[in-house]
């Protein structure tokens, strides 16, 4: 029902707004204009406006912030964006000024409002309990899902930033988190403690972290290191996560690498690593989930080795160049067109 009154506004709307772009790719797509924009990803609609926002509401801004503050930029102003891959939470946002409210629009039920008050901006959400699926029973780790009363402020002066998530629930308490940071240029640290309850299944509870960059012209990086609450059980480990990304360019040479580690607290290991080179349209690189990745890309063609299957990629113009159409091929017989075209 919510989704068909979505599409219904986006029928209204569609006739309103003679100068749109669209856009076609595999199954996402798009038609946007200067100020309004409305987007299809896997039968889910994103639309957006000065005043109003549907979409993923847990990609950006608050809801992700309270669902995992850990690896969330510092704001709580409230965001629904295009749905990712992986994005299943929906929600609404109405932006007035420095005042916005919302509400989610699927899966677990909450609404939330948020004030920008200058150097300080603070927010509430309410989230009722969820479904009975989404509880595991007598794990300590996990949300049990129960009403939970969110309460977040944040601020910051000069390169300094802090920010507190206060939350409560009938069966689990109290629970807080706090975040203190400093950043300057391509230099930031982000100092990390307690956690909220868990707004949705699905993850452990942390104790600490912390992230960081350094960057100069041409060079950046980024780490991240987090601990997991202290075990409960003695046949349990304390996790942790630790990862690296860094950037370097030399000339028109870009250099990548990603190196990722995690320890859970069941005592499994888990390590991924990336590194890749690229250099006018020409990118030669190793992934340890996905071998060697290599492509060239031209105006009208790219080819290329990716998740151990080869594509080729052809683009071309019709219609008085005014749309192009773009195909790839894989060896793995999958075949995925796109169609971008300007009204």
Same mark, same amino acid.
């Given at each position: ?121 603070? *927010?509430? #959400? /309410?989230?009722?309990? !969820? %479904? ?8 300590? &780790?996990?949300?049990?899902? +129960? ?57 452990? *509870?942390? #104790? /600490?972290?912390?992230? !960081? %960059? ?8 980024? &780490?991240?290191?987090?601990? +997991? ?65 290599? %492509? ?48």
């Amino acid at each position: 029902m919510k989704r068909m009154i979505l599409i219904l506004i986006a029928a209204i709307s569609i006739p309103f707004l003679p100068a749109l772009s669209l856009v076609r790719d595999g199954e996402a797509g798009y038609a946007e204009d200067d100020s309004f924009r409305i987007s299809f990803s896997g039968h889910q609609l994103y639309m957006a406006d000065e005043h109003i926002e549907f979409g993923q509401i847990d990609r950006a801004g608050l809801v992700r912030t309270i669902a995992d503050p850990y690896s969330a930029p510092m704001t709580l102003r409230p965001q629904a964006k295009p749905y990712a891959y992986s994005g299943k939470h929906s929600g609404a946002v109405l932006k007035l000024g420095p005042l916005a409210a919302g509400t989610s629009l699927s899966d677990r039920p909450f609404a939330f409002a948020y004030s920008d008050f200058g150097y300080m901006e603070a *927010a509430m #959400l /309410f989230a009722f309990s !969820g %479904s009975e699926s989404d509880r595991i029973i007598g794990d300590p &780790f996990r949300n049990e899902e +129960g009403n939970v009363l969110y309460a977040a402020v944040g601020g910051g002066y000069s390169i300094f930033s802090a920010m507190g998530i206060f939350s409560f629930s009938d069966t689990k308490g109290i629970s807080l988190y706090g975040a203190l940071g400093a950043e300057y240029e391509d230099y930031s640290i982000y100092v990390m403690a307690g956690d909220p309850i868990s707004l949705y299944s699905g993850r452990d *509870a942390r #104790l /600490f972290g912390i992230r !960081g %960059s350094i960057g100069e012209e041409g060079f950046r990086s980024e &780490f991240e290191l987090t601990y +997991g609450a202290i075990p409960v059980f003695s046949n349990n480990f304390m996790p942790r996560t630790a990862e690296l990304r860094s950037e370097l360019w030399i000339g028109n040479a870009r250099l990548y690498s990603a190196m990722r580690y995690s320890f859970t607290r069941t005592g499994r290991t888990y390590k991924s690593d990336y590194a890749a080179i690229s250099f006018d349209g020409l990118r030669i690189g190793y992934s340890s989930s996905g071998g060697i990745v290599a %492509s060239y890309s031209h105006d009208l063609f790219e080819i290329g080795i990716e998740n151990r299957s080869y594509y080729i990629e052809v683009k071309l113009g019709f219609i008085a160049d005014n749309a192009d159409i773009t195909i790839r091929l894989t060896s793995d017989g999958h075949i995925r067109t796109a169609v971008s075209m300007v009204l």
